[in-house]
């Protein structure tokens, strides 16, 4: 048998080697470490400017629609005549969509490289403004201009119910002006002559123009108070009739410094839905009006 004798290496030659295989493993190239998260891509100039824009259109807008909000809640229909003339949702929606528009199209067309760009907003400031406008003008109408008392219930008149011609047979009556930031309680008196009397009854009968509609027969709600007290009702049927909602009762009859046993109440027709006005005895005076059903 033969043997295969490996060559003897030399502790030299060994160590030799061994340098050289550090010497390739410290030249070869190292993996590149893992880099940083990529910076997110700025805006450009351009959507910045649009993005700005739209901003100050939007906080002008709100405060534009906060001054109206305060207009119509608190001076032409004072609570609960939102909710008496259903105007809350309307006009929520009407001053969002207005809101939303005008920024959006600012957003849109502005660019600072046209030409136009000032007629371009000075468009859309005037498209939203007379939006506003024209939705102001119909709630202004539709407002509580007067609280009428029609001998044994209060009618709510709005200015756009008043013809032409009663406003001017009425000029000479100061009880008939309209008040600009909120409703008038008034009384309204059957005229005396039988003719006139005859008169209104069939304007009733026709047309649904009742006596609340001739603002010439407005007459201070003193006057007429007392007279309406035999017709008033008691807070017991205003209890029964609204069940659910004896808590809201309690606290508005509370909240007039009387017993219950000196207030009474007169159904109030409105345009949405009806309610009830609390008076205090012996005056008659007007307390509180509350959202309830009054009959």
């Not at 849109?108 to 506003?132: C, E, H, M, P, Y």
């Amino acid at each position: 048998m033969f043997r295969t004798e490996l060559p003897q290496v030399d502790a030299a030659t060994q160590g030799a080697a061994e340098s050289r295989a550090h010497a390739l493993r410290q030249a070869a190239p190292r993996p590149a470490a893992k880099s940083a998260k990529a910076p997110r891509p700025s805006l450009s100039p351009g959507l910045r400017d649009r993005l700005t824009a739209a901003a100050v259109h939007l906080a002008l807008s709100t405060i534009v629609a906060i001054a109206v909000l305060a207009l119509v809640l608190l001076a032409w229909y004072p609570e609960p005549m939102t909710r008496l003339h259903g105007v809350d949702s309307i006009l929520l929606i009407m001053l969002g969509v207005d809101v939303a528009l005008g920024p959006l199209f600012t957003l849109i067309v502005f660019d600072r490289r046209k030409r136009n760009l000032s007629l371009d907003l000075a468009t859309i400031a005037a498209l939203q403004l007379g939006a506003l406008g024209y939705g102001l003008h119909t709630v202004h109408q539709g407002r509580p201009a007067f609280v009428v008392l029609v001998k044994d219930r209060f009618e709510v008149v709005a200015p756009s119910e008043l013809l032409p011609q009663a406003r001017r047979e009425a000029r000479s009556n100061p009880l008939a002006t309209l008040d600009p930031f909120g409703p008038r309680w008034v009384a309204a008196r059957m005229p005396e002559s039988q003719q006139e009397r005859n008169a209104v009854l069939f304007e009733a009968v026709e047309s649904g123009r009742d006596v609340q509609h001739h603002p010439k027969l407005y007459v201070d709600y003193g006057k007429e108070a007392a007279a309406s007290l035999p017709r008033a009702l008691p807070i017991a049927r205003l209890r029964s009739l609204n069940p659910q909602r004896a808590g809201e009762i309690d606290a508005a009859i509370a909240a007039t410094g009387l017993p219950e046993d000196q207030v009474r109440y007169l159904p109030l027709r409105a345009p949405a839905r009806d309610g009830a006005v609390l008076i205090g005895l012996p005056s008659g005076e007007v307390l509180k009006v509350l959202s309830l059903t009054p009959w």
